[in-house]
């Protein structure tokens, strides 16, 4: 597609429940990144995948959070054990090689509520 | 530690009117700047961005910025504002070295009167 595509585009599930939400990056993009934006706070860094390199994880917030990039393009964050502090917006971004100043762009994100 | 400030949580203004936004950083070396805007229920979308050169930069809608690296500020502005603006608008940095990780303000909340 033409943007960052994430689904779903809204999610709720109940407390204790496991949660996938999807990222399919801007095709070539080698760099992708994970933001939770909980109401009325700025976005918070959760995840960053660059190319083949180990994925930088100093912002996942707890052990229930966990994100895979298959193939170098599509990426999986899930969330196990979902809590009620888990619901938020949750933000995906793409970037060519990075290092260089490139655009990020960012998908519509997965609104997800925990009742 | 580095950091990203925007002072402002909502700003109100009169459509026609001037608009200012502002945005203050605390990094070692001058960073990569970004200016985002968020529509409600809508993703970031790029208004502008810094990288070097001339420190005043245009952006989509009629946007502008200027960086200021003795205040390490990159402020936005737009000289007449239209009741579609009305949005979230959300400062990033970028350190210019290391890992390529944006670092984002808190928003400023733009409100437009008719």
């Known amino acids: 597609g033409a943007g960052v595509s994430q689904s779903p585009s809204n999610k709720v599930t109940e407390k204790g429940k496991d949660v996938e939400l999807r990222c399919d990056p801007i095709?070539?993009?080698?760099?992708l990144y994970w933001y939770r934006q909980s109401l009325g706070q700025g976005l918070e860094f959760l995840i960053y995948?660059?190319?083949?390199?180990?994925?930088?994880k100093s912002g996942l917030p707890s052990d229930r959070f966990s994100a895979e990039r298959t193939g170098g393009s599509v990426s999986t964050l899930t969330i196990q054990r979902t809590q009620q502090e888990d619901s938020a917006v949750y933000l995906c971004?793409?970037?060519?090689?990075?290092?260089?100043?490139?655009?990020?762009?960012f998908g519509e994100g997965s609104w997800l509520t925990v009742v | 530690a580095q950091s990203v400030t925007q002072p402002d949580i909502h700003i109100t203004v009169s459509e026609g009117a001037s608009l200012e936004l502002r945005c203050n950083y605390s990094?070692?070396?001058?960073?990569?700047l970004f200016w985002y805007v968020q529509s409600p229920g809508q993703g970031l979308q790029l208004l502008l961005k810094?990288?070097?050169?001339?420190?005043l930069v245009q952006g989509i809608k009629g946007f502008e910025a200027e960086f200021k690296r003795s205040q390490s500020s990159f402020n936005l502005r737009k000289p007449s504002v239209h009741w579609s603006d009305a949005a979230e608008y959300f400062c990033?940095?970028?350190?210019?070295?290391?890992?390529?990780?944006?670092?984002f303000g808190r928003g400023t909340s733009l409100i437009v009167h008719p």
């Open positions: 810094y990288f070097s050169g001339d420190t």
């Open positions: 995948f660059q190319g083949n390199s180990a994925p930088d």
């Open positions: 971004a793409s970037s060519l090689e990075t290092g260089s100043g490139n655009t990020i762009y």
């Open positions: 990094y070692g070396a001058t960073p990569y």
């Open positions: 095709s070539g993009h080698t760099a």
């Open positions: 990033a940095v970028v350190p210019s070295g290391g890992s390529y990780i944006p670092t």
